[in-house]
T-cell receptor, first 112, second 113 residues
Framework: EAGVAQSPRYKIIEKRQSVAFWCNPI?????LYWYQQILGQGPKLLIQ????????DSQLPKDRFSAERLKGVDSTLKIQPAKLEDSAVYLC??????????FGNGTRLTVT | GNSVTQMEGPVTLSEEAFLTINCTYT??????LFWYVQYPGEGLQLLLK?????DKGSNKGFEATYRKETTSFHLEKGSVQVSDSAVYFC????????????FGTGTRLLVSP
């Protein structure tokens, strides 16, 4: 089966600019996650979708981060405006009732 | 809240050495426990898991046993290879509701020939 697809792989922006990341989960996986992985730390859950509804966004900085999964398949995560501390790898993952989380290769964001 | 604590790295070993990476957890209830591995430039891959006390997860020569009495899930391998060099993450999720993984900070393993 095809894995979780993410794009772009790398992105460099200046602070206060905007950026968007895209994720296409494994076909049939109802649950989609966005994690933030800062260098030297473990991944931290930003938001979790079940189909097109939000299950958990308690750690999403909602003043600057937004995410959507309009048709219950692919998803976008946006940061506007970006801060230096947003530099991290943004990981998308998906799962179903029968399978554990499968992760994409991530998008490495550098904010200068 | 629920949390995972891992030993700090890097762990540096010679090929064929024995590996232990310690992991302990704090949880209200009885979580499922996981080890994920992250090779350079790649996403996380599930290495092994255990869903209840005394279960042993194993894969690719790695093993970990769910110890409720010590709230631990230490990762072990009898003979490491250079190709095992990666970052290893211990994680848990509660067996209620939707899957939501809580990760440790990761332990980098460096294996030299």
């Amino acid at each position: 089966e095809a894995g979780v697809a993410q794009s772009p792989r790398y992105k460099i922006i200046e602070k206060r600019q905007s950026v968007a990341f895209w994720c296409n989960p494994i076909s049939g996986h109802a649950t989609l996650y966005w994690y933030q992985q800062i260098l030297g730390q473990g991944p931290k859950l930003l938001i979790q979708f079940q189909n097109n509804g939000v299950v958990d966004d308690s750690q999403l900085p909602k003043d600057r981060f937004s995410a959507e999964r309009l048709k219950g398949v692919d998803s976008t995560l946006k940061i506007q405006p970006a801060k230096l501390e947003d530099s991290a790898v943004y990981l998308c993952a998906s799962s179903s009732l029968e399978s554990p989380l499968h992760f994409g290769n991530g998008t490495r964001l550098t904010v200068t | 809240g629920n949390s995972v604590t891992q030993m700090e790295g890097p762990v540096t070993l010679s090929e064929e050495a024995f590996l232990t990476i310690n992991c302990t957890y704090t949880a209200t209830g009885y979580p499922s426990l996981f080890w994920y591995v992250q090779y350079p430039g790649e996403g996380l891959q599930l290495l092994l898991k255990a869903t209840k006390a005394d279960d042993k997860g194993s894969n690719k020569g790695f093993e970990a046993t769910y110890r409720k009495e010590t709230t631990s899930f230490h990762l072990e391998k009898g003979s490491v290879q250079v190709s095992d060099s990666a970052v290893y993450f211990c994680a848990l999720h509660m067996n209620t509701g939707f899957q939501k993984l809580v990760f440790g900070t990761g332990t980098r393993l460096l294996v030299s020939p």
